[in-house]
């Protein structure tokens, strides 16, 4: 399949300048995609950015939103990517 491309690449820009304290950026890989996952940036306001790039296929798909680190309940976030789902 073309899509497992561990080559591909997953971008978020993130301009905070003077940032004190610093912002947490984490990813978590897909565990059956080498080549898809979520970068997560959390902000020092609090709020989350998760870009994520779902496989086409359903089951690894959800095997990789169950990986990610989401934000508690009642916190602000904001969910982006590319979903390769209907």
Do not use: F
């Amino acid at each position: 399949s073309p899509y497992n491309d561990a080559r591909e690449s997953l971008v978020t820009i993130h301009y905070h300048p003077n940032q004190t304290p610093h912002d947490e950026i984490s990813w978590t890989p897909c565990p059956m995609d080498a080549g898809k996952g979520a970068l997560t940036v959390k902000t020092n306001t609090g709020l989350s950015v998760i870009n994520i790039h779902l496989p086409y296929n359903s089951e690894s798909a959800i095997s990789l939103l169950r990986q990610i680190h989401w934000p508690e309940e009642n916190t602000p976030y904001v969910l982006t990517g590319d979903m390769n789902q209907d």
